[in-house]
Each structure stands twice: as structure tokens, then as C-alpha cells.
């Protein structure tokens, strides 16, 4: 970090690390910082506060085995729902799911972006097997990014429809009031009104619901009427190509949505799929933390078929999903 | 409306006119820690507080600088001032930063960040009101409660030791650790403006009344009645030094623990990415 002008420090624990990425954001420069399941639980309660002050940063976590240490540094994806739910209250989050070492470079950039657009932490979700992959990457010349906007005159927080195009610089005489507890638009606590906290955590949602369909980015092949659908993310999503390839040799055609975002859910896409396909089959190293959002999302719930794997770090092969696809066509 | 006149008290251009009258209950001695905070920043020559960034934790001591101050605030999570307050220093040099936080905030569940930002001599102040309670929520037990002292988890009294905050820091690694109480006020001021120039960290421990929620349990409801009680059981630290251990049971040892010149973790990282150290 030193040779590119940035600045490292090894925090005590996560939650320092948490709070440590929080007060250099509002110092004015880009933060994150990195973890696996059990250091995103500790980081819960301080990306509250991120999501709260709306503090642009970003945060790695790299799933592994859970609960608690569950298999230390082996291969899971059971951070879905932690990641969307982990911290309390009310709020929206984006989460991003690279599959690929180019992608962890692409989706780090585009993780800041999409902080600073929207003032609020963004979760880069990778996996064991993601991040211990050794690819050769295309570093472009130019990468686009999105930097700090200052404003000068409130409002610096965001209530109901509106959202502050910016933040607003600490030590320039503004006295910006920065707080966890609730706060008008001017950043002055107000803790109990019951207006004023509607309208602030409304407006908290309201930026990110609003552009769910700018903010989704997915990958879809195959989307024609089709007999079998697939939902992928991460890892999993690479042995799914295989599988494609493989049942593709007997006839098989697959529709498959490979997500990027996780979070906010790509609801018009994965509906999209469900109007050409009778049934989707989602494999996923959990125990259906996905498939169960997507049932919520699509008409018909029976159609979609968990297909899950935990334990040992131990991924899909594409003859499991292959055949896992060729046994859900008649069902 | 803001009123700048020369008749007014010199700490009102530094408070936020919206904010007062403050929440604090009658007798609280935040109000003298804050007096003596503005008054040090006074006297060292800053007309208004736009160099400092004051980050704050949970507690009634967080509120002295948010909302009272007229500056920027970082009203963060339980306990975690000192690192966000970690994260803002290491990024901009040019801020002067200060944490406000109580015994609990700081010595219970932030304890572990006091400790490690004392040991990294992170280049920032720390004042510490010390009520020896959980005063915000309702007066529970706190590290720093003195032996027997019936609290609302301790009815009984507690049994627990009290942990000897100044002397930790101290221990830890700090540049400059000072203790005094709110009946110390001109004292205490002069501690602050010894701790805000200071490279490295600065720790200032104020041992404060609460009378609403700790007087009450000792049977100094008042304010004054508990600033007495200061006057009475504080030993300067010179003193102390010659005093056996059970003459110094329920005493407060005030004065100055550290006051060193010691590189801070800023100028320690300019010199680890190659830079030359200035003195």
C-alpha cells in the first residue's frame, strides 16, 4: 500500500478493523478491508454504523465453513444471508459474487463504485476456492471509478426520497455531526421522533431499491423456453459450465443465470428465467439460503429445486450437477 | 439564533446553540470536564474548533463533545471510538482528533482498543470521565466500581476489583497519562492542555460525579457532596509513592503517571515507508 500512496494497518481484531475502515472513509479516502465468515460476524455491528452514517468502504469476506469455526479455510457459501441480514434493523446492502480471479479484480473496482455512488458499504462475497485461485488476470490501462463527491451544505444524510449526491468533508469548518443514532438530514440526532427515523431509514432503502435494476449485474446463457433452469454464484457457477457441457451432449439445453449480485436481489432476471423454464435447479455449498430467495421472488415455489452441498471444502463437480440436471427434467 | 457577544461565556462560540440547554442531570460533572476541555483549547489558542474531529462512543461522555461541540463528530458504536478515531487519524495528519468516552465505554467493551492504541502510541487525546458507573443505563457495575459498591447488578455490593485505568495506559506505552477530578478543575485544564500538543497518545482521566445514579448509591446524592468526597480521598501521586497499599485503599491517586517525548505511531510509519524521521 505504502508504494501506491495508501496507508495498511493490521487492526486487533474485526471490529477494529471495521471501525478502523469507517473513520478513514469519512477522512476522505477509499477504505476496506478483508475477512472470512467468523471476522464478518464480528464487523456486523460496525457496518450497521457504515450503512447508518452511510460510509462509503468495502469488505471482503471470503466464505468458509460455519457456524462458528466450523472447518477452518475450507470452501463454503454460507454467507448469503449473514451478509443481507447480518447486522440489525432495517437496511438494504450490496453484495457482489466474483467467480473468478479476474472478476475479484473487476468486482473490487466496481464494489468501490458502487460505495461511493451510494454512500453505503458494499460486500465483495467471494469463497475459499475463488480467492485461493491462481489465473492469469487482464489489468485494463484505464479503470473507470467513481470518486469522492464533497458537498458543503446539508443535507448530508439521506430522508426519504432524497439522497445526498456526496458527503460532506471533516475539517473544513462544517461541523458535520456524524452519528449511529438516528438524525434528520443534517446529521442532528433525533432519537425520538418516529418521523424523522422513518424518513432516514426509508431513504436508507429507498437509494438502493430504486436502482436495483441499475445496481444487478448477471450473467445469462441459454435463455430461451428450455425444459431446466440453473442459478449460480461463485464457485459453484464453475463447475455449472462443465455440467452445461456435459449434459449438452445428450440434448440437454440449459438456461442458466450466473449472479454477480447477490444483493439487492436480482428479482427481474431470476423472474425472467422462471417464465421460460418449468423448473430451476440451484446448486449451492449451503443449505439453500439462495433457493430460498428464490422461491420468494418466482410464481411458482415448487418449481425450484434446492441442490446443496456442505462440509469439507469440498465443491460440485460437473458430473454431480450434470446429472443433477439430467434427474430434474421429468420430476 | 447565534449570539457572539463579548458578554458571553468564552465556551459558548465553541458549542452548538441548538444542543443547550445540555441533557445533562443537575450536578453531573460533564459539564465541568467539557468547561475545562474548551477552556484548555482556549488557552492554547484555538478560536474555534474546526482543526479538531472528536470521535465518541456510547455513554453520557460521548455527548459532551456530541452534540455540545461546534466541530465535526463521529458518534460511533459502543466502545469502538478509538478505532474509527484510528482509521480518521492515519488518513489525515492534518487533524487534531480527540475521543471523549466514559469508564465503560472505554474500559469494558472498548477496553482491548484503549490498550492497543496506548500501546501503538497512536497520536491522538483521550479524555476518560471516570463515574464509576453505568450512569446512561440505569447504574450497573462498571471495571472501574470500588469494592462493596451496590450497584443495580451488584445489590449485594461487588465483589469484583477496580481496574486502575491511568495506571494501565501508563503501562501500555502512552506518552502522556494524567488523572484528576472534576474538584481539580484548574488542575485538570492544565492536564488537557499538556495532552492536546502532545506526539503520541494522551490520556486524561477525569473522575467525575454522577450523583444521580452513583452518589445516590454511596449516599452523596449531591454534587457538591461528592466533589468533597474528592477533595477528601485524592492523593497527589508524589504522595502516594510513600504510602503503603491499605492507606491508598479507596483513595484517588491524581496527578501526572507519564509525560514523556516518544515517537507516535504516525511519524513510526512515516519512518517504516522510508521516509526521514524529523524531529
Known sequence: ?331 | MILLSEDLHFARRYLREEALPSTFCAGCGLGTIANCFLKAANELGYNDLRQFVFCSGIGCSAWIPSPHFRADTIHTTHGRSLTVALGLRLVRPDLKVVVFGGDGDLTAIGLNHLVQSSRRNLDLTVIMANNMIYGQTGGQVAPTTPLGVKTSTTPFGSYEYPLDVSRLVAACGASYVARWTTYHAPQLKEAIKKALPKEGFSFVEAVTQCPSIFGRRIGKDEGVEMLQWFRENAIPISKAKDMQEQELADKIIVGEFVNVEKPGLLRKIRASKGEREVD
Open chain 1, 1 to 331: 500500500m505504502p508504494a501506491v500512496g495508501g496507508t495498511f494497518i493490521q487492526m486487533e481484531d474485526e471490529i477494529a478493523s471495521m471501525g478502523a475502515v469507517i473513520g478513514a472513509s469519512w477522512g476522505g479516502v477509499k477504505s476496506m478491508t478483508a475477512t472470512s465468515g467468523p471476522g464478518f460476524s464480528l464487523m456486523q455491528e460496525n457496518i450497521g454504523l457504515a450503512i447508518m452514517t452511510e460510509t462509503p468502504c468495502v469488505v471482503v469476506d471470503v466464505q468458509r465453513v460455519g457456524p462458528s469455526t466450523g472447518q477452518a479455510t475450507k470452501c463454503a457459501q454460507g454467507d448469503i444471508m449473514q451478509t443481507r441480514w447480518g447486522t440489525h434493523g432495517d437496511h438494504e446492502i450490496i453484495a457482489l459474487a466474483p467467480n473468478s480471479v479476474q472478476e475479484m479484480f473487476t468486482l473490487t473496482v466496481k464494489a468501490f463504485n458502487l460505495s461511493e455512488e451510494y454512500r453505503t458499504p458494499v460486500i465483495l462475497l467471494s469463497d475459499e476456492i475463488v480467492s485461493h485461485l491462481r489465473e492469469r488476470i487482464d489489468v485494463p490501462g484505464e479503470v473507470e471509478l467513481v470518486d469522492r463527491k464533497e458537498i458543503l451544505h446539508p443535507p448530508f444524510f439521506s430522508s426519504g426520497n432524497e439522497s445526498p449526491k456526496g458527503m460532506p468533508p471533516l475539517g473544513k469548518g462544517l461541523a458535520v455531526s456524524v452519528t449511529g443514532s438516528t438524525h434528520d438530514s443534517a446529521g442532528i440526532r433525533a432519537t425520538t421522533s418516529p418521523e424523522i427515523h422513518r424518513k432516514l431509514v426509508e431513504g436508507l432503502a429507498y437509494k438502493i431499491q430504486l436502482d436495483r435494476d441499475k445496481i444487478t449485474d448477471f450473467e445469462a446463457t441459454g435463455m430461451e423456453e428450455n425444459n431446466i433452469g440453473v442459478i449460480s454464484f461463485g464457485c459453484t457457477s464453475r463447475a455449472v459450465y462443465d455440467a452445461i457441457e456435459l449434459v449438452a451432449a445428450k440434448g440437454i439445453r440449459v438456461a442458466h443465470l450466473r449472479l454477480r449480485t447477490i444483493w439487492p436481489f436480482p428479482e427481474k432476471a431470476v423472474c425472467q428465467l422462471a417464465d421460460l423454464v418449468h423448473r430451476i435447479l440451484i446448486p449451492e455449498m449451503n443449505l439453500g439460503q439462495l433457493s430460498l430467495e428464490v422461491q420468494r421472488v418466482v410464481p411458482d415455489r415448487t418449481r425450484v429445486i434446492p441442490f446443496n452441498k456442505i462440509g469439507g471444502g469440498i465443491a460440485f463437480t460437473p458430473a454431480e450437477i450434470a446429472s443433477a440436471i439430467a434427474g430434474n427434467l421429468e420430476k
